[in-house]
């Protein structure tokens, strides 16, 4: 395999796509109830896989255009990419070992029965990490495209001569 391909940015999609088919073949139900909003709504380990590459596309070919052109700070690069994969093996996890509920524990008229509280607990947390999860990808993409635009800038900027350069040097110093 050439040196193109073994790149730490491929991780941001070859991971997903792994832990994805691991999780989904792993737990013993297909199915992810979430509730947000009072709304609760039924994902498969693929849908979960299919939103976490959606949210990884540009932070993707961001790090890999910013590598490209040789401009990329290393340390934020494996930061961006450590701190998201922690967060979505993190989510899949608590995902695939949460358990099963059903809905009409909630509205029991007894009160919460103790695995609904259980449940919530872990989707609540879940719901918070894939809040972290995308502020992550946001404020990376808004470091790439600060770096891309400023490299931009800087290469449409002319090149001055060394004679330019001392001229104005000159002037600046007699005035």
Request: proline letters at 2%; charged letters at 10%; aromatic letters at 14%.
């Amino acid at each position: 395999m050439t040196a193109k391909y073994t790149r730490a940015e491929h991780l941001l999609w070859i991971v997903p796509i792994i832990h994805g088919l691991i999780a989904h073949y792993s737990t013993y139900s297909e199915i992810i109830l979430v509730q947000y909003n009072n709304v609760f709504t039924l994902f498969s380990f693929f849908n979960i896989t299919a939103i976490f590459l959606l949210f990884m596309i540009v932070p993707f070919l961001i790090q890999s255009a910013i590598r490209k052109m040789e401009i990329r700070n290393t340390i934020i690069a494996i930061a961006h990419i450590t701190l998201s994969l922690t967060l979505l093996i993190g989510i899949t996890f608590i995902f695939s070992v949460n358990l099963p509920i059903n809905i009409k524990w909630h509205y029991n008229n007894v009160g919460e029965l103790s695995l609904f509280t259980k449940w919530n607990y872990y989707n609540e947390m879940c719901i918070s990490l894939f809040k972290v999860f995308i502020v992550v990808q946001l404020v990376y993409c808004a470091y790439g495209s600060k770096v891309l635009i400023s490299n931009y800038i800087l290469s449409k900027k002319p090149a001055i001569t060394q004679h330019e350069y001392e001229s104005e040097l000159a002037m600046q110093m007699a005035g």
